[in-house]
């Protein structure tokens, strides 16, 4: 693990937000957000459905702050300390390399604010400025206009030699999509 980015992306303060590593405390709002059917409408899996399911997705993403100094985030309004939202960048691998996937979710009560699109830029630009060498991908179903806007408002670009049956690709940096790369 690299100690320095781990410090680097711990915490964040935004204009609006602050984004910290996620802990065993943050359980309950995991399963409260994830656990939204209103928040799921785009999730293939639908919305968590227990305790058990919140506590897996938990200890993967507390693994990649261990494995890769940096991980989603848990997202807190400062001015009332309250969970509004999980995101940031994961390591991944899609169609055969290596990526940083952006990932954004909110509660409804947190929606119309800016809020993914503030916390997408901040991950995208630290990511360039920290992880140079991996792309950020955002991986959006087609029907979730909201998502496919904070996508192109941030300035990622639909790449479709990297989309998925059931999902549109957003990429940070064309250029590092190797021509070796099986798409």
Same mark, same amino acid.
């Given at each position: 693990?690299?100690?320095?980015?781990? *410090?680097?992306?711990?915490? &964040?303060?935004? %204009?609006?937000?602050?984004?910290?590593?996620?802990?065993?405390?943050?359980?309950?709002?995991?399963?409260? !957000?994830? @656990?939204?059917?209103?928040?799921?409408?785009?999730?293939? =899996?639908?919305?968590?459905? %227990?305790?058990?399911?919140?506590?897996?997705?938990?200890?993967? $993403?507390?693994?990649? $702050?261990?494995?890769?100094? #940096?991980? #989603?985030?848990?997202?807190?309004?400062?001015?009332?300390?309250?969970?509004? @939202? !999980?995101?940031? !960048? @994961?390591?991944?691998? $899609?169609?055969?390399? %290596?990526?940083?996937?952006? #990932?954004?979710?909110?509660?409804?009560?947190? $929606?119309?604010?800016?809020?993914?699109? *503030?916390?997408?830029?901040?991950?995208?630009?630290? +990511?360039?400025? #920290? /992880?140079?060498?991996?792309?950020? &991908?955002?991986?959006?179903?087609?029907?979730?206009?909201?998502? /496919?806007?904070? =996508?192109?408002? /941030?300035?990622?670009?639909?790449?479709?030699?990297?989309?998925?049956? *059931?999902?549109?690709?957003? !990429? +940070?940096?064309?250029?590092?999509?190797?021509?070796?790369?099986? /798409?």
């Amino acid at each position: 693990m690299n100690h320095s980015v781990q *410090e680097i992306f711990k915490e &964040i303060k935004t %204009d609006n937000l602050l984004l910290r590593m996620p802990k065993q405390e943050d359980l309950s709002y995991i399963l409260s !957000i994830e @656990g939204d059917p209103a928040t799921n409408q785009y999730r293939p =899996a639908g919305p968590m459905k %227990d305790l058990e399911e919140a506590q897996e997705s938990l200890n993967r $993403w507390r693994n990649d $702050w261990l494995n890769y100094g #940096y991980g #989603y985030w848990v997202v807190v309004l400062p001015t009332t300390l309250d969970v509004i @939202g !999980i995101g940031g !960048i @994961g390591k991944d691998r $899609w169609k055969g390399m %290596d990526v940083l996937n952006l #990932y954004y979710r909110f509660s409804p009560k947190a $929606w119309g604010h800016g809020y993914a699109t *503030e916390l997408a830029r901040v991950a995208v630009k630290m +990511s360039k400025d #920290y /992880i140079p060498n991996l792309s950020v &991908i955002a991986r959006i179903r087609p029907s979730n206009k909201p998502s /496919i806007r904070v =996508a192109e408002r /941030i300035g990622l670009q639909h790449y479709h030699k990297l989309d998925s049956d *059931e999902h549109m690709t957003f !990429i +940070s940096d064309k250029s590092k999509v190797s021509t070796k790369t099986p /798409i």
